[in-house]
């Protein structure tokens, strides 16, 4: 177990296969965190904490924490999916204390392998659960509601009591938290007059495009009014809905990350497959980000979860646009 609180920014490796395989019980979890297999080749190698995790949302249950406090996310790990037939959720990778070690310099498991890594690596593969059943899935996502709890107490003062905490902990710059705090204050001040309500739009049955678009392409958003033409009275195109985050990025240029074509829905475990769906990254101006904020709270969300935009609501840019 780690002997002082991490930190963003601490250094930390990564422990062995075998270390690892001792604190898991038989689903392959630690206190209903699940070890995934997309995080075997993380095993012995160093990394930096990106940050801690003092709150996080789950789907329909917005202010989650850990009982333990003893989550943190490393930099650089997204889960890629490949062992859950490459699933594109994007979800940021949840690391439990016990499975990291501050990091030395000398000595770490990535430089000198112990003579069994590989077969302790398979015993650990061996026990790792990626499916409750035949079509419902095993992961960190699914198990996230019951590896958390609700915050007791008032929700308010827990608010500031977490930026506070992110503050000190490195999470978060002072600067990033007030205008955090300008955000949530302004979203607050426009749904009391009505104003800050997601678009909604005049169809039944949505509309659909195929752009094809490729990884690295350069789209712009297009307008709220072009927008709303492709939504139905909920705000939804297909049953997807467009966010106040996404609606705040209208007119703006960003890159294709990558196509989505398959997500694992954590409510259910159950594969959904989608069409014409992609996620953006390099949104500009660098003030519109492409993770979800989560709304009507103080603060951002660790999960950092994906904004996903059906095509029909972008458009490409040419090249010399974008030199422009």
Same mark, same amino acid.
């Given at each position: 177990m780690m002997q002082s609180r991490l930190r963003a920014g601490?250094? /930390?490796?990564?422990?062995?296969?075998?270390?690892?395989?001792?604190?898991?019980?038989?689903?392959? +979890?630690?206190?209903?965190?699940?070890?995934?297999?997309e995080m075997l080749g993380s095993c012995g190698r160093p990394f930096r904490i990106l940050r801690r995790v003092e709150k996080i949302c789950v789907a329909d249950h917005p202010w989650r924490r850990f009982v333990q406090d003893d989550v943190v996310m490393l930099d650089d790990s997204r889960c890629d999916g490949q062992s859950h037939d490459g699933c594109k959720h994007g979800c940021r990778v949840l690391w439990k204390e016990a499975w990291l070690r501050a990091f030395e310099h000398m000595g770490e498991p990535d430089s000198m392998p112990a003579p069994d890594f590989g077969a302790n690596l398979e015993a650990l593969r061996? $026990?790792?659960?990626?499916?409750? %059943?035949?079509? *419902?899935?095993?992961?960190?996502?699914?198990?996230?509601?019951?590896?958390?709890?609700?915050?007791? %107490?008032?929700?308010? %003062?827990?608010?500031?009591?977490? +930026?506070?905490? +992110?503050? $000190?902990?490195g999470d978060l710059s002072a600067l990033r938290v007030l205008r955090l705090f300008a955000l949530w204050s302004w979203q607050t001040l426009m749904q009391k007059l009505g104003r800050g309500q997601c678009p909604s %739009?005049? *169809?039944?049955?949505?509309?659909?495009?195929?752009? #094809? &678009?490729?990884? #690295?392409?350069?789209?712009? /958003?297009?307008?709220?009014?072009?927008? +709303?033409?492709? &939504?139905?009275?909920?705000?939804?195109n297909r049953g997807m809905h467009i966010g106040y985050e996404m609606m705040r990025c209208c007119g703006k240029q960003a890159e294709v990350r990558y196509r989505v074509d398959r997500i694992i829905d954590e409510r259910t475990g159950i594969m959904l497959e989608l069409a014409d769906t992609v996620a953006l990254q390099n949104m500009r101006p660098q003030a519109l980000v492409e993770e979800c904020l989560c709304g009507g709270q103080l603060g951002d969300c660790p999960r950092g979860e994906l904004m996903y935009w059906r095509e029909i609501w972008l458009e490409r840019v040419g090249h010399d646009q974008v030199e422009r």
């Open positions: 601490d250094r /930390v490796s990564v422990r062995s296969p075998a270390e690892i395989l001792v604190t898991l019980d038989e689903n392959g +979890a630690l206190e209903g965190v699940p070890f995934m297999p061996a $026990r790792l659960k990626v499916k409750a %059943g035949e079509n *419902h899935y095993f992961c960190q996502s699914t198990e996230l509601l019951k590896a958390t709890e609700s915050f007791s %107490g008032e929700k308010r %003062g827990w608010m500031f009591r977490i +930026a506070l905490r +992110a503050i $000190r902990g %739009g005049p *169809h039944r049955r949505t509309p659909t495009q195929s752009l #094809g &678009l490729k990884p #690295g392409e350069s789209v712009r /958003v297009k307008s709220r009014a072009q927008i +709303a033409e492709t &939504l139905d009275q909920r705000g939804r």
